[in-house]
């Protein structure tokens, strides 16, 4: 399968040029930036030295169709909403990697996006790409989550399908490194400013709530709102989670893992670790694994949830290739199969 | 004043050692470290070169009692419950930053420390030294509190001393620095294991947990317990502390942060940031600052207290120092009056 | 083809693991640990933890015979040169990570390994395995070279084996990641005594220089002796080389370029950089890469050569897996192939 | 005494405040930035919440004339050179923190700088003030030295004044921590291009080179050039210097030890380490010290010097006040007498 990326010099599009790379079925066909559209991709990043040829093209729908059958736009939001419609009006595979089709209520998007909406009948089309709860496996237009997204929903997923927590409950501090700002230099990425420091960011505020929100009252209606918390750490890749809910009832901790372990027991890709044994961030470097721990307080009745995911692959771009996987039929971890970064 | 500092070697007898230098009114008599008996500290710490004299020398109790009219123990905890009693019983004015002291309840010691209880006559006359709330400032036994624990109550201090928050509410998110640790090397402290790494540690049993419970209970007796996680981040000094708590009634910001600036008007250490501000661990570096930012999100009704300190200054050698200004009357900023290393 | 590896459970050992499961040709037959004989793998690395099956065995040499036709060495230093006999007298391939068999003069092994050497008639049939520059592509016991001597050698070696160079000019200041002092915790690999440091040690007294002499009077039997610094720099993994020699005469870079280009013209895995583009040590993470930046200066009439690799990946597990990819006639990149984990 | 400081929100400015405000006898009058110059200093940096007043103001000579006896130019290099004449012109002490007035060859300042040169007149009556080597004690118009130089110089100093080195023979291979670069965020700043990372640049071009050579000539004017690189490793705080010298004649250890330790006898921040001693960055974190190791190698007969400072301390706004306590005959430890910050 030829594929087009749109946003190849991005953090996202490397990471899927990297994975791609080892996926058995899939090449890449053309590469394209808006900020660089006519030097070699490896003059830009020269860890891509080796690659045979890695010429960024100008972004021509017309031309991208007719070489591939699948485009990725790694794109941030806000422009997706526009350059996707050529490709998905022409049948073509579509996954979009920013947040452009990811709300189905456009005056959310328009809220927290602070941008006018996508077009409403393309918007209906786009099915939320949480790979391990697709709900149209056939969908060949896929908004990909996002990072915090993803380990948020993988990590509250089996109780809240179940509707075994409080509705009001939900507490999320999560934790991100700093990739998940993208590679365009700030203060807040700035190494001086970042190392040696953490930083909470966007209280009550960030984009990811209303999709989180919007696929949490899929799976239990009752629920109402959620507290969510983004921090920095000084890290390069990585989310860490930390999740507090309070059951209706208090659960035993073989029972908690028993209901993580099965709602899983298909997904090659979310690992749900042994009793008082929590993942770390590391655990999960530069794969698509979604490492899950648990917990159960019996003095505040409190279960503690800790999820973690890389941002850039399970949170971007393997979680990408996995939907492609699903909608194509390979193998759902064909390029993503790999251990771990280590240490 | 001439002051004894007993585990000179560790990262809080260092810390001490830094601060006593820049006090108007207190000199070190002697040094004493249980690793190195007979060295130059300089020698074992090259950063100290140019402390004119730094011999390490035995504990001789007697030798010390003549030299000194204070002793702080930077002692790991089960130490100092044995060898503060010749300093108490001389009446030296004696600081103890183990834990060993800080629980009143001698089962709740043996419990959570996994070690005998000290001796229920000396621990009855320690007093907490939370700097800021002290009930007798002119005890001159003080059991220094834990860096996290000094972080969540300056945190929750204000909403709990009025009773102003759900008893069974309060969630505490707690980061730190790996200075926190202690300088033995151990795979949790290992560069390659905690480099670009997040890690949850102690779930629901870190040993600051009581002491946190005991000072919470005397501002409002009907809590009846927290809920309470410790996490470690790749940075060497600092503790970044989330907590989340639901008030009885939704409150205005401003009123929460009238409320928690009056309750600080007199504490030079803790600085109340204004709206939409979040500290930075990184902006209290090196010094005795506690910074705390607040939020009320009223879609959940909960108010989000980030509370920064470093470890080793307010969580651990600058709170002594403090606390002996309070106890010896010197100007409570005394040796700490300094600007935060920044960047 | 079946492979055993020995020392498993330390950072070659792991790294091993996860190349081996990208080849297409090769497969772990057992797994092997002096420190942990009877866990699971995934019990002690969580990352590892989709491992089908990773038991830790005992070393049974009969045993490791019958089942594998290959055996990794992972083991320090002064364990291999015992426990490698039987596999080498079985006529297994036998790859040897640590330094045992790389000095080929028994006494210098003994003075800079502080050991009693390796016996002489195996010493005589390893063949130190530089992988880029193996004189006997059919030998089947490889000496691994060491990390900061494969760094150094694939520098030096196109303006060395044409001995173009002044032979005593030759100065190394190499850098390292703190991965290259294995998983036993220290001092020196502590987190709050690494971070926000750089250290040199071993001046003068590395155990690499006498294989790197040893290689280079091969090439230049006319250098005496090079001036060659390690230090430590806050990074997980990666060496950073920076190379000064002068040249015999005036050299322009074009001519400079031009002899590493065709030196290394059927090397994968070396990518010399273009003029004024010198190799950071990030974009050869995580794979095989040993990338190559060139300076010429005229006015001091030093070149100054940049040479960058990820000590376990070329430094040790990588070269080890081209090793064998060499001696067994798969294709040279095999298992190698993917591209470095940026950023 | 009181001063200004012009250019306060940069990271050279912000040390000067902090390390005045532990100076006996120096107050700060105004603070002035390009960037801002209507707002609180404490609001765009929150870590100096409680500096008393901090209203950034214009830069208006006059008013500065007359409140302030000595001016601070924490500017970027060609800025300087326009603004600092009227506080020469009216006899005010000038400490200029930038590059403009450290050439005294202004063709070379052009070449280096790519800037048109400061005023002749006015160039020659700056001062090079590197505070160990002064010449003119009572200067009151300075130019204080690249950070850069300040490592390197105090490095070479003792062996070039005695002409005991080759001249040709000097190599530094100079590593920096991030704040070098300043606090305007840039790719080479960006925390996930730069952690985890170590980068060569400015290749034989730093702008530090011409001073370097400058002070070197006048101690040695055989020497014709040195090899300089420059290399940034991932720490916020620090400079890393390894020099490497061959001496005319082999020499002992003890001799060179002797050679420093004189040189430095007066010089109390200048700390000669032990036999088998070298210094790491981090023992002078956030200090005015320069530590210096040595090393002799017989068999190449190379010299190799470790020098360490902090180039935000002494390497800029710390030797500034060194410079103003020489000037000023302030004790020339006031406001800079304290304990590096360790770990």
């Known amino acids: 399968m030829k594929v087009s990326i749109i946003g190849a010099t991005g953090y996202s599009g490397l990471e899927?040029?990297?994975?791609?790379?080892?996926?058995?079925?899939?090449?890449?066909?053309?590469?394209h930036s808006f900020s660089n559209q006519t030097n070699l991709l490896s003059n830009l990043y020269p860890h891509l030295k080796n690659l045979e040829a890695s010429p960024l093209e100008?972004?021509?729908?017309?031309?991208?169709i007719e070489k591939s059958e699948t485009v990725f736009l790694a794109t941030p939001s806000g422009i997706s909403k526009d350059i996707a419609l050529p490709y998905i009006d022409a049948g073509l595979n579509v996954i979009d990697l920013s947040g452009d089709f990811r709300l189905k209520n456009s005056q959310l998007y328009e809220k927290w996006y602070e941008k006018s909406a996508p077009l409403e009948n393309y918007l209906m089309r786009a099915e939320y790409g949480l790979a391990e709860f697709r709900e149209n496996k056939?969908?060949?237009f896929i908004a990909n989550p996002g990072c915090y997204a993803t380990a948020t929903l993988l990590g509250l997923a089996p109780l809240v399908k179940k509707q075994l927590i409080e509705p009001t409950s939900i507490i999320v501090d999560a934790k991100s490194g700093i990739s998940g700002a993208g590679k365009v230099p700030s203060t807040s990425t700035h190494f001086t400013e970042t190392n040696e420091?953490?930083?909470l960011y966007k209280m009550n505020s960030h984009q990811h709530i209303p999709e989180i929100m919007q696929q949490l009252t899929k799976w239990d209606e009752s629920i109402p709102a959620i507290q969510f918390s983004t921090s920095l750490i000084p890290i390069t890749r990585g989310i860490?989670?930390?999740i507090y809910v309070r059951p209706k009832k208090p659960i035993a901790w073989e029972e908690l893992h028993k209901l993580y372990e099965s709602t899983y027991e298909n997904a090659p890709f979310v690992r749900i670790q042994k009793e008082n044994v929590y993942?770390?961030?590391k655990q999960v470097t530069a794969s698509n694994y979604c490492d899950i721990g648990l917990a159960y307080n019996e003095i505040t009745n409190v279960i503690t949830i800790v999820s973690v995911i890389d941002n850039l692959v399970k949170g971007a771009a393997g979680q990408a290739i996995q939907n492609l996987n699903i909608m194509a039929n390979f193998a759902e971890n064909d390029g993503l199969g790999f251990i771990p970064v280590y240490p």
Chains 1, 2, 3, 4 share one sequence.
């Open 279 to 281: 993942p770390t961030v």
């Open 240 to 242: 860490f989670t930390t």
């Open 138 to 140: 056939e969908s060949t």
């Open 58 to 64: 100008k972004i021509n729908p017309k031309d991208i």
């Open 16 to 31: 899927l040029i990297r994975l791609i790379q080892q996926h058995s079925s899939v090449d890449i066909a053309t590469l």
């Open 197 to 199: 420091n953490m930083t």
